[in-house]
């Protein structure tokens, strides 16, 4: 009977044994990895990549460069500064694929099944006990399955949440850090520059003094055998001369191993030789004395701080989602589904329902858990302490160096006068006795090496007062330079040189100074959810650069209006910004760019962003910010 039975039922065939075994074994085969070295065919390739990309999209050098196209050049082509930008904007893509984990989950499937023999069985009654002595089944051995299925977890949403907080401070953290590679390329570029330059003056006078000096050394040599001068006298000379000469390749080795690094941090490529534009000595600003506002400014101020100010919403987020972890998750689902199964009444159907669940032996671990984040609040805290009195010691220091930088430039500088007019003196009452020459050619080696020193007192001035001017945490720039070509950098960058380096420093924050507050209105957004995305954008970008957005009716009116023009699977997508500026001007600028038609949310707030950086200086104009 039972052989009957399974005669009747629809057959389906599997695949032959061999396939299955052939399968196997090649499966099998393909996890078997053996390692592999690198070839040096591709070592070189690697090498050649990389050396191409390094110097790519360079402006050339066409003319000696000056102080302010050094930095420029550093700005846009430092290599170090390119990777944080990197490591930024991988931040921000982050950031942006966090919040995509708040979204409830949607499972499209499909899959095929196949058995060796029916699943089945027989039954036995409940009341009576019968057994059934007929197998029967209601699966076919082959069959195929799809559906799909919505599902939502509160306890998942929320810490989805905060993980996204968390990653937007990081977001944050990559931004300082930044900050931080531009003002250190500010102060290695500016202490390069003044080095260089100072080698570059002297190079000419130091090649012919030390050539005459050589030949001072064998002429003194010369008299010395031929007794036309005193043994003692000859050697005080020839002692005299090396000194001097040893002091002067020094100088000038130190001074010219700072173009190299000059063209480093400008990323220029080796081999190509430059000059350096002549630039006026400047009178640098006297020593700041105020320094308890210098320490209130670099606490406000410097980027490691501020980084830590992240880290501390970044723990504090860290301890909500944990306990966020400890309650009941409640999760609804909702699918449709599909069988082929032909022993099935309904091969289709939808399902739905809600469950939770609660891991009660976490609750165990609540104690240690409000015992760790007390600890990590305070290791924070501590550390934070820790780096606030490091950077006030700094700034301390930072000042008294720059005074001392500045006294040893005013004395390396009347040491050089005084040089200068002791080998003009000796020079001109040269008589025809040898030392009397040998004399007139050391006070020039001497005059020479100090115009070496009083470079170097120059540049450690311009170093010690970068050093000073990095610690109080200043922006060299504002962040909206990335568009700029090298020309309009350049003059971006003088004009700030130019208001550093006045008679004083001024002791207002360039972070938290005066804030124009503007009232930012969304227009041609219709989507709510995206109108909340963009604007919280906007406030973000703005308060990066002094601006404050609120909805009082008391700020400044900002309109953002979007329009956009499909043609041929691509759209045209056009930003205005209108402002009212403090003197009741209506002021507008417009951006446009083209995007794929229907694109994702994130790119249409990427076309925001740009056009907000690309307009950013007129916006600041506008609003009188600094």
Same mark, same amino acid.
């Given at each position: 009977?039972?052989?009957?039975?399974?005669?009747?039922? !629809?057959?389906? +065939?599997?695949?032959?044994?061999?396939?299955?075994?052939?399968?196997?074994?090649?499966?099998?085969?393909?996890?078997?990895?053996?390692?592999?070295?690198?070839?040096?065919?591709?070592?070189?390739?690697?090498?050649?990549?990389?050396?191409?990309?390094?110097?790519?999209?360079?402006?050339?050098?066409?003319?000696?460069?000056?102080?302010?196209?050094?930095?420029?050049?550093?700005?846009?082509?430092?290599?170090?500064?390119?990777?944080?930008?990197?490591?930024?904007?991988?931040?921000?893509?982050?950031?942006?694929?966090?919040?995509?984990?708040?979204?409830?989950?949607?499972?499209?499937?499909?899959?095929?099944?196949?058995?060796?023999?029916?699943?089945?069985?027989?039954?036995?009654?409940?009341?009576?006990?019968?057994?059934?002595?007929? !197998?029967?089944?209601?699966?076919?051995?082959?069959?195929?399955?799809?559906?799909?299925?919505?599902?939502?977890?509160?306890?998942?949403?929320?810490?989805?949440?905060?993980?996204?907080?968390?990653?937007?401070?990081?977001?944050?953290?990559?931004?300082?850090?930044?900050?931080?590679?531009?003002?250190?390329?500010?102060?290695?570029?500016?202490?390069?520059?003044?080095?260089?330059? +100072?080698?570059?003056?002297?190079?000419? $006078?130091?090649?012919?003094?030390?050539?005459?000096?050589?030949?001072?050394?064998?002429?003194?040599?010369?008299?010395?055998? $031929?007794?036309?001068?005193?043994?003692?006298?000859?050697?005080?000379?020839?002692?005299?001369?090396?000194?001097?000469?040893?002091?002067?390749?020094?100088?000038?080795?130190?001074?010219?191993?700072?173009?190299?690094?000059?063209?480093?941090?400008?990323?220029?490529?080796?081999?190509?030789?430059?000059?350096?534009?002549?630039?006026?000595?400047?009178?640098?600003?006297?020593?700041?004395?105020?320094?308890?506002? =210098?320490?209130?400014?670099? =606490?406000?101020?410097?980027?490691?701080?501020?980084?830590?100010?992240?880290?501390?919403?970044?723990?504090?987020?860290?301890?909500?989602?944990?306990? =966020?972890?400890?309650?009941?998750?409640?999760?609804?689902?909702?699918?449709?589904?599909?069988?082929?199964?032909?022993?099935?009444?309904?091969?289709?159907?939808?399902?739905?329902?809600?469950?939770?669940?609660?891991?009660?032996?976490?609750?165990?671990?609540?104690?240690?858990?409000?015992?760790?984040?007390?600890?990590?609040?305070?290791?924070?805290?501590?550390?934070?302490?820790?780096?606030?009195?490091?950077?006030?010691?700094?700034?301390?220091?930072?000042?008294?160096?720059?005074?001392?930088?500045?006294?040893?430039?005013?004395?390396?500088?009347?040491?050089?006068?005084?040089?200068?007019?002791?080998?003009?003196?000796?020079?001109?009452?040269?008589?025809?006795?040898?030392?009397?020459?040998?004399?007139?050619?050391?006070?020039?080696?001497?005059?020479?090496?100090?115009?070496?020193?009083?470079?170097?007192?120059?540049?450690?001035?311009?170093?010690?007062?970068?050093?000073?001017?990095?610690?109080? +945490?200043?922006? !060299?720039?504002?962040?909206?330079?990335?568009?700029?070509?090298?020309?309009?950098?350049?003059?971006?960058?003088?004009?700030?040189?130019?208001?550093?380096?006045?008679?004083?420093?001024?002791?207002?924050?360039?972070?938290?100074?005066?804030?124009?507050?503007?009232?930012?209105?969304?227009?041609?957004? $219709?989507? !709510?959810?995206?109108?909340?995305?963009?604007?919280?954008?906007?406030?973000?970008?703005?308060?990066?650069?002094?601006?404050?957005?609120?909805?009082?009716?008391?700020?400044?009116?900002?309109?953002?209006?979007?329009?956009?023009?499909?043609?041929?699977?691509?759209?045209?997508?056009?930003?205005?910004?209108?402002?009212?500026?403090?003197?009741?001007?209506?002021?507008?600028?417009?951006?446009?760019?083209?995007?794929?038609?229907?694109?994702?949310?994130?790119?249409?707030?990427?076309?925001?962003?740009?056009?907000?950086?690309?307009?950013?200086?007129?916006?600041?104009?506008?609003?009188?910010?600094?």
């Amino acid at each position: 009977m039972n052989q009957n039975t399974k005669k009747s039922l !629809p057959a389906a +065939g599997l695949l032959p044994r061999s396939l299955v075994v052939m399968a196997v074994a090649a499966v099998m085969a393909g996890c078997t990895v053996a390692p592999k070295a690198i070839t040096p065919e591709e070592v070189q390739q690697r090498v050649q990549n990389d050396t191409s990309k390094m110097y790519l999209n360079q402006a050339p050098i066409t003319a000696p460069i000056s102080l302010e196209e050094a930095v420029a050049r550093s700005l846009k082509y430092n290599l170090d500064y390119r990777l944080k930008k990197m490591e930024s904007a991988l931040a921000l893509g982050l950031t942006d694929y966090a919040s995509y984990d708040m979204l409830p989950q949607m499972v499209a499937s499909a899959g095929y099944r196949d058995r060796s023999n029916y699943a089945g069985g027989t039954s036995i009654g409940i009341l009576d006990g019968e057994v059934s002595t007929r !197998p029967t089944s209601s699966d076919e051995r082959s069959r195929s399955l799809r559906g799909i299925e919505f599902s939502w977890n509160a306890l998942d949403f929320g810490v989805s949440y905060y993980r996204a907080r968390q990653q937007g401070d990081q977001f944050l953290i990559a931004e300082e850090r930044r900050r931080k590679v531009v003002q250190n390329l500010l102060q290695d570029v500016r202490a390069a520059y003044w080095r260089a330059l +100072g080698a570059q003056r002297l190079n000419t $006078q130091a090649d012919d003094i030390v050539e005459r000096a050589s030949l001072a050394l064998s002429r003194s040599r010369e008299a010395e055998t $031929q007794k036309i001068i005193p043994p003692g006298v000859a050697l005080a000379y020839q002692r005299a001369l090396l000194d001097a000469t040893t002091l002067l390749n020094q100088r000038r080795q130190d001074l010219e191993f700072a173009k190299r690094e000059l063209a480093a941090l400008m990323n220029v490529p080796g081999g190509t030789d430059f000059n350096l534009a002549e630039a006026k000595e400047t009178a640098l600003p006297a020593a700041p004395k105020e320094i308890a506002k =210098l320490e209130d400014m670099a =606490l406000l101020q410097r980027p490691e701080l501020r980084e830590e100010d992240f880290r501390k919403r970044i723990t504090a987020d860290e301890a909500r989602k944990q306990l =966020l972890g400890m309650l009941p998750g409640i999760t609804l689902n909702y699918g449709r589904q599909h069988d082929s199964n032909n022993l099935l009444f309904n091969n289709a159907w939808s399902e739905g329902g809600v469950s939770m669940a609660w891991n009660l032996m976490r609750l165990v671990a609540l104690p240690s858990l409000k015992d760790a984040q007390k600890y990590q609040e305070q290791t924070d805290d501590a550390r934070r302490m820790a780096l606030s009195m490091a950077i006030l010691t700094q700034t301390r220091v930072s000042v008294e160096r720059y005074r001392m930088a500045l006294e040893d430039f005013k004395l390396a500088d009347e040491a050089s006068q005084v040089d200068t007019r002791l080998a003009a003196y000796t020079k001109a009452s040269v008589s025809a006795k040898l030392e009397s020459e040998l004399e007139a050619i050391r006070t020039q080696a001497r005059a020479v090496l100090g115009a070496y020193q009083r470079a170097n007192a120059y540049a450690n001035a311009h170093i010690a007062f970068g050093r000073l001017y990095n610690t109080l +945490g200043f922006d !060299p720039i504002a962040d909206d330079f990335e568009a700029n070509d090298l020309p309009t950098l350049t003059q971006r960058v003088r004009t700030h040189l130019q208001a550093s380096e006045k008679d004083a420093f001024s002791l207002s924050s360039n972070l938290f100074g005066r804030v124009a507050t503007v009232n930012v209105q969304l227009a041609g957004i $219709q989507d !709510p959810v995206q109108k909340v995305r963009m604007k919280a954008l906007v406030t973000e970008l703005f308060a990066r650069h002094e601006i404050k957005t609120t909805d009082s009716n008391d700020a400044q009116p900002m309109t953002l209006a979007f329009e956009s023009a499909g043609q041929n699977g691509l759209e045209r997508a056009t930003w205005t910004v209108k402002v009212t500026d403090e003197a009741g001007h209506k002021q507008q600028a417009q951006f446009a760019t083209t995007i794929p038609t229907n694109s994702r949310t994130s790119v249409y707030e990427s076309s925001l962003v740009a056009a907000l950086n690309a307009n950013l200086g007129d916006i600041k104009t506008w609003l009188n910010v600094d």
